[in-house]
């Protein structure tokens, strides 16, 4: 059944302008399988060229039109309709990362929480459903998002009584329409052409492992696909060989799929010029995320980061430079600038150089690094390690629910501060870095006879929990309750003859089930 789009409306958009010319032609993709329901107005496609969205919320919109609505897919047509629509549907690339958290379909530790009134009443009306990420997605037309409210009606009728302390009707009216003018859909985007091929330099990290660096190459394939292979090395030791395949959605999101020594990968990475940054991590139960920032290796000399990024007084610290086509050095060729000694400078292979140095810096402030003059960032000179914090705040790890849903668990870390008043009265604190804490689980009573540490399981000494239960009645325990539960998290770090200690909080909850309304 075609959608009919009345008179007013096909007048009302010749005179905005939108329908002399469509963005999809009627030998593409997109034509032919949407057109079938939603008819061209003057060669525009009305509902698909109103909207722009992600590349994961445009693949939940096409198999909800094929699960639900009767639209076929043959092998292959996935693909080549996400990257026609993401060619001038997309979000822009500044509107896609703020909703980056989600582009992985990972087990997310960001935390959601209404900035204003007007977001207080979209918690309360659509958040307890979805996240706000979700909804941030959508670009849309003042009409398109009218229509959500009918769409819900229409896909869950009971929501009238699941939300019957509120008048959702009247109150979805009002969320919708500050939608509209909070997410406009403003105009269609045009995909810059986007060229992966050539060596590319890579530097990361890894909560609870370390840092890494790294050499990929970039062979194009056409189409928005390519290939990539290269090593990390990480500063553990250990290394991690990767190979496998990318493709590119609206000239600038770039989606890989790779192994990393074996082990299946998927990535999330946002594409400006010759920098590459993103995410990539191992699906669940092996949950590790990485973030990393690729650079093309253009044949110049470049210091790209220091590590660690802070120096404290007294302390002969091993500094390593990284970037690419380092030259050889020695001690004088590497200045921290007056109040950093360098003892000792080497270069360790063309991407990184090794700095011995003391810090004499008795407050809080910054050196500038050179090396043979050439620029290469700052690293904090901090008096001392005032406290450490537990990062994420509060985690959640998910019970197994069965083959297709495994346990999805929690990297935990301890980050270092300075206090930042140091400097000024009002000054904020100042975040140095990771630091190698070790951490334990505590209970954190809630109830009468609280037993929730007894059936969580453990966290290993760096940092990681994965929850060693599935969703299932404990018959051992009271009310014959699955493995969840709310306990502490606790770090302890020694430095400098003190053990720094910080909390955070970890609740165990149930499988997600729907991830498709994330």
Known sequence: MKVRIPLVLAV???????????SFSPDSLVWKKCTGCHEPVNGVIPRVEEVRTTPEEWAVVVERMARLHGMSLSAGEMEQLLKELCATQMLRPDEEEAVAYLR?????????????KDEELLFATCVRCHSFGKIASYRMTPENWAKLRDFHLYMDPAILFQMRE???????????????????????????????????????????????????RWKDAGGGEASVA?????????????RGAGTVYGGYALRTRTRHNGFETRGAFTIDGDVIRGQH?????????????????????????????????????????????????????VSFGG??????????????????????????????VRVKGLPAGEVTLAPRVDYIVVTPAVGRARLE???????????????????????????????????PARFHLEEEVTRPGDDDLVWLGAIEPDGTYIPVGDYRPIAAREYSGEGSGWVKVVAEYDRGGRTYRAEARLAVTVPDFIRRIK
């Open 401 to 435: 629910g069965g083959a297709y849903y495994p346990p999805e668990g929690v990297q935990f870390e301890a980050v270092a501060y300075s206090n930042g008043r140091d400097v000024w009265d009002g000054a904020d604190d100042v975040a140095l870095g990771p630091v």
């Open 12 to 22: 009302s958009m010749l005179c905005a302008g939108i329908a002399a010319a469509g």
């Open 281 to 333: 991590h191992f699906p669940a139960p092996d949950f590790r995320t990485s973030a990393s920032t690729w650079y093309r290796n253009d044949g110049k000399s470049r210091v790209l980061r220091v590590t660690p990024g802070y120096l404290l007084p007294g302390e002969e610290t091993r500094v390593v430079l990284e970037g690419m086509n380092l030259p050889e050095v020695s001690a004088e060729d």
């Open 166 to 216: 509120m008048h959702w009707i009247q109150e979805a009216d009002a969320v919708l329409a500050y939608l509209a003018k909070r997410f406009p859909y403003q105009e269609a985007w045009k995909a810059p052409k986007a060229d992966l091929s050539g060596e590319w330099v890579v530097l990361g990290y890894e909560p609870g492992k370390g840092t890494y660096r790294g050499t990929a």
């Open 339 to 368: 109040f950093v000694e360098v003892l000792a400078a080497r270069r360790l292979d063309p991407g990184a150089i090794e700095a011995v140095v003391v810090s004499r810096q008795p407050v809080l402030g910054s050196a500038e």
């Open 230 to 242: 290269g090593t990390l090395w990480f500063s553990d030791g250990t290394t991690e060989a990767f």
């Open 104 to 116: 992985l379909f990972n087990n997310t530790q960001h935390q959601e929480a209404p900035r204003d």
